[in-house]
């Protein structure tokens, strides 16, 4: 019976509909909460928990992948009610992380903790539930649903993006102080227990990079919220790296900035600022195209897939990720010189990094410099070189000095890190050399001589016969090509 339950559950998950709610498609609270009991049920290594409970009393659940193992992720939905897609979104990328067959998904799994809560508004959610169980029609509910002076319609409540401590209230262009404006900050900074369970989870968790989705514009917005402007010097250099990575990979109609750049005003007392301020790699997005809360059902599984690929590289570089290129190469007789540039493009240190160097032929090593001094070891036709720490969003550059086999034509090199990573890169590329020695130099000097000589006799009858001969022309003896070709970084 409980194999039978399983396999009920496991069809009923892998075959989940991100438009099957029953809020015209979207997903009601309850449903919700059941879905991630379900996953939690049928996945290994998951667990479904509370994070903190509402003003009214409702447990605000999250989902855990992979507790405790690499590097922390936080993606959070529905700061606003009427947000729907967000938790759409949310509830997507957790599906297809625990669905998806390859080596990088299942690296991932293995190798990232990541907390999903799909639901932070649970209250103004379960409103519009209500509501629309009532008259199907959906309700525009922002905020939570705290009791405030009287309101008009549905704007009492406090704004949670407005309620965060770190420039909380700095003025009231960004949040107001107006009870029944839409962006109510609140009486005071976490105010509301639903950012105390956020707040709470982020101290006593130590993250790499927090997400939170909302709706509206296609936009990815970066801190600093609070600012009326913006310099790239006013973030991280490592985190300004990143955040133009993640530029290159958007929806073509997607933007990326602060708030003010945008949308043409300031935002304080928002989860992002709170999380960056504490250190953590933070985005915010708006999605779209259509500025709509809760586009139209049938437009959703193309937004969600819109937005797939920029989270999928922030969780891949929310660790170390290590590429490499090699650059410079030089060969002088049997001689071979080059750079390797070695770059950790993730948001945490690189450490306990083997660099493994293969040739195909046998040799010798002169030097790799400045890492001479670290331990290393060569057996055969490998060498593994022990890398010191490589900060986050840093390069390092290794100079090799080799001395290949005379005997070979070409040889096979190859590089890649030890223990193995589906997320970096490998190198690898063939390279011609020949090398001019032995009975062959000499049969070359024979055959200079004789050009020269033949020159010379030329020369000679010319000046004795004073009579216009065509010159020889002569073609110099190039030097072998020697190939240098890098290999295509695997990120």
Known sequence: M?????????????????TNGSINGYYNLTEVNNLLEEWTKIHNGTETFTIGKSLRGKEIKAFRLNLGKGPAVLVIGCHHARELISTTQVLSILNYILQEESEEIDYIRKNREIIFIPVLNVDGLQKISEHYDKTHTIIDIRKNQRPTETCPGDDHGVDLNRNYEYMWGFDNEGSSNNSCGEDYRGSSPFSEPETKAIRDLLLNKSFSVAVSYHSWGDLYVHPWCYRNSFNPSDLRPEDWSLYNSVKTILPSTAQMGNPNQLLNYAVNGC??????????????????????????IGKVKGILENHLAPFMYLLKHSGPVMNL???????????????????????QDATNQTLTFELSHEYSIHHFFPYNTFAHNKNGRLTNIHLPAISKRSKQAIMFKISLDESADEFLYSFYFQPHSPLNAQLSNTIQYKIVR??????????????????????????????????????????????????????
Request: with cysteine; net charge neutral.
């Open 438 to 491: 032995g009975s062959t130099a000499v049969l070359l000097w024979i055959v200079i001589l004789i050009i020269a000589l033949i020159g010379v006799a030329v020369v000679v009858v010319f000046r004795f016969t004073k009579k216009r001969i065509t010159p020889i022309k002569f073609v110099e003896l190039d030097k072998f090509n020697k190939a240098n070709s890098q290999g295509t970084p695997t990120i």
């Open 2 to 18: 409980t194999l039978i339950l399983f396999c009920v559950l496991a069809a009923i998950a892998s075959a989940w509909n991100p």
């Open 271 to 296: 989860f992002i600022d709170f999380a960056y301020s504490l250190g953590i790699f933070s985005m915010a997005v708006e999605l779209g195209p259509e500025n709509d809360f809760h586009p139209p």
């Open 325 to 347: 290129w090699l650059q410079n190469l030089t060969i002088h007789g049997s001689v071979v010189e080059f750079y390797l540039e070695i770059y950790n493009q993730g948001m």
